[in-house]
Structure formats: C-alpha cells, structure tokens
C-alpha cells in the first residue's frame, strides 16, 4: 500500500476510482490494453493468467487474489509513465482517462468546502496515481492516493516481480487506510464522506458519517437501502456532450 497526501483538512473524501470515478473498464485493463498494442506482453501470457486465475480462484479466493498480477512479472515500471504520456492533459480530449462528469463536479464541491480528498482504491498503486494527477489537474488540488503496491525488483530498471506488497486494497484494507489517513491529517470521520460502488468498497463507507453508494451493485444497493445512504447513478463521462455538464463542470472548477 502506498499512501501520497499534503495539506491536512478537518474533513475528508475518499472516493474509489473503478466503476465510482471511471466507467468500465477498470484502469487496470486499460493499462493492460495498452502493453498489449506496445507487444509488452502477449495475449497468450494475458489468457493462461486467466484461466490459471479462475481455476485457483473458487478453491483458494484469497490466494488467488493475491497472485493476481502475475501477468505484470518482468514489465517495467517505466511502462506506467509512457503510458501516462500517451493520455491527454486536456480534460476534454477523447484519449483522456473518461472521468464521470458528476464525479469531477463532486471533488470540485470538495475542494471549494476546504475538505480533503483521496483516492482509496484495489488498482496498483502506480496507475491510481497517474488517476489522481489527471484529477488534481483537472481540479487544481492535491490528491492523495491509497492503492495496492506491487513488489519490483530493486535493480535498475525496477520491474515488477508480479507479487502484492502488503495488503490487497479492498474491503477491511480501505476501511485501515481510511483510518490510517484520519489519524495522520486529523480527520474527522463521522463528518467525512466516502464514495464506492461495490461490496468492496462497504467497510470503507461503513467508516464515515457521510456514506454515498455510487453506481452500486445489486449487494451495496440493499444495503444503501436498508442504511439510507445516498445513491448516486453517474453515467455521462466527461466530454461526452459538449454544451452540457462537462462545460459546466469547466465553469465550476475555474472558480
């Protein structure tokens, strides 16, 4: 797990990335997309992963969560910053991470109260970063970032080994570094939100006064029911229509 942060902040907001920030596919799978059209890996390697992946999966699911980027083995963390290169920093451009324009407009509200806002998420910690600087640019503000780690070598170039340093970033895992970040930066949680969108995300939100269910699962729907959690359906990515909420958005966050 790495965590990135700056100033500190009486409140916080800590907002998943998968399926909450982006839609499908995750940022994972984008990235892989892109070391497949580089050849940096094959979509042989990529299919006996999978299917090694979902024969481990229903005997040991723990274990093969935690051996579930032996795929990345061998590849360069360099991969991740040309990759960043090849997104565009313009936010309306269409190669650009298609960050939910109502997700965008949410941090933007964040950042205008003076609260301080993460990304907790299950992706590798290198590519839930270049999320938050995409983010941070976008919305001029610094975001911190809680990921899953993964070991690399410590030769030079630095690649990655395949293996999970530490913790998987899901469930009780969010629900830590959640804490974790409170105590640092003297958040106060029950006045603080959280932003997730599966069962994954549920101790994370369970761990604020201010739960929001973001384009839940069946599971997390009957429990944002059941708790009166705000529900939250956000489907326009950004630059999706020219003279709607993306404009808006541009308008809001340049105050």
Same mark, same amino acid.
């Given at each position: 797990?790495?965590?990135?942060?700056?100033?500190?902040?009486?409140?916080?907001?800590?907002?998943?990335?998968?399926?909450?920030?982006?839609?499908?596919?995750?940022?994972?799978?984008?990235?892989?997309?892109?070391?497949?059209?580089?050849?940096?890996?094959?979509?042989?390697?990529?299919?006996?992963?999978? #299917? +090694?992946?979902?024969?481990?999966?229903?005997?040991?699911? +723990?274990?093969?969560?935690?051996?579930?980027?032996?795929?990345?083995?061998?590849?360069?963390?360099?991969?991740?910053?040309?990759?960043?290169?090849?997104?565009?920093?313009?936010?309306?451009?269409?190669?650009?991470?298609?960050?939910?324009?109502?997700?965008?407009?949410?941090?933007?509200? +964040?950042?205008?109260?003076?609260?301080?806002?993460?990304?907790?998420?299950? *992706?590798?910690?290198?590519?839930?970063?270049?999320?938050?600087?995409?983010?941070?640019?976008?919305?001029?503000?610094?975001?911190?970032?809680?990921?899953?780690?993964?070991?690399?070598?410590?030769?030079?170039?630095?690649?990655?080994?395949?293996?999970?340093?530490?913790?998987?970033?899901?469930?009780?895992?969010?629900?830590?570094?959640?804490?974790?970040?409170?105590?640092?930066?003297?958040?106060?949680?029950?006045?603080?939100?959280?932003?997730?969108?599966?069962?994954?995300?549920?101790?994370?939100?369970?761990?604020?006064?201010?739960?929001?269910?973001?384009?839940? *699962?069946?599971?997390?729907?009957?429990?944002?029911?059941?708790?009166?959690?705000?529900?939250?359906?956000?489907?326009?990515?950004?630059?999706? *229509?020219?003279?709607?909420?993306?404009?808006?958005?541009?308008?809001?966050? #340049?105050?």
């Amino acid at each position: 797990m790495t965590c990135v942060a700056a100033r500190s902040e009486t409140v916080g907001a800590f907002f998943d990335i998968d399926g909450t920030l982006l839609p499908a596919p995750s940022l994972e799978w984008r990235f892989t997309g892109y070391l497949l059209e580089r050849n940096e890996i094959s979509s042989q390697q990529l299919g006996r992963w999978l #299917a +090694h992946f979902a024969r481990t999966f229903w005997r040991n699911r +723990h274990g093969a969560i935690e051996g579930n980027k032996r795929y990345l083995s061998g590849i360069s963390e360099a991969l991740v910053k040309d990759w960043e290169k090849s997104l565009s920093c313009g936010f309306l451009r269409a190669d650009s991470l298609p960050f939910f324009e109502e997700a965008l407009l949410r941090i933007a509200w +964040h950042r205008a109260q003076g609260h301080r806002v993460f990304l907790v998420s299950g *992706t590798l910690a290198p590519l839930a970063r270049v999320a938050a600087r995409a983010l941070a640019a976008d919305v001029a503000a610094d975001i911190g970032v809680c990921a899953t780690e993964l070991e690399a070598a410590p030769r030079s170039p630095r690649a990655w080994s395949g293996r999970i340093v530490g913790e998987h970033m899901s469930g009780a895992a969010k629900l830590c570094a959640l804490q974790m970040l409170a105590a640092r930066y003297g958040i106060a949680v029950i006045r603080s939100y959280a932003y997730g969108d599966s069962a994954a995300d549920l101790q994370m939100l369970e761990g604020v006064g201010n739960a929001v269910a973001v384009n839940p *699962t069946r599971a997390l729907a009957r429990v944002a029911r059941k708790r009166r959690w705000q529900t939250c359906l956000w489907e326009k990515t950004l630059g999706e *229509t020219p003279n709607g909420p993306a404009r808006q958005f541009a308008s809001t966050a #340049a105050r």
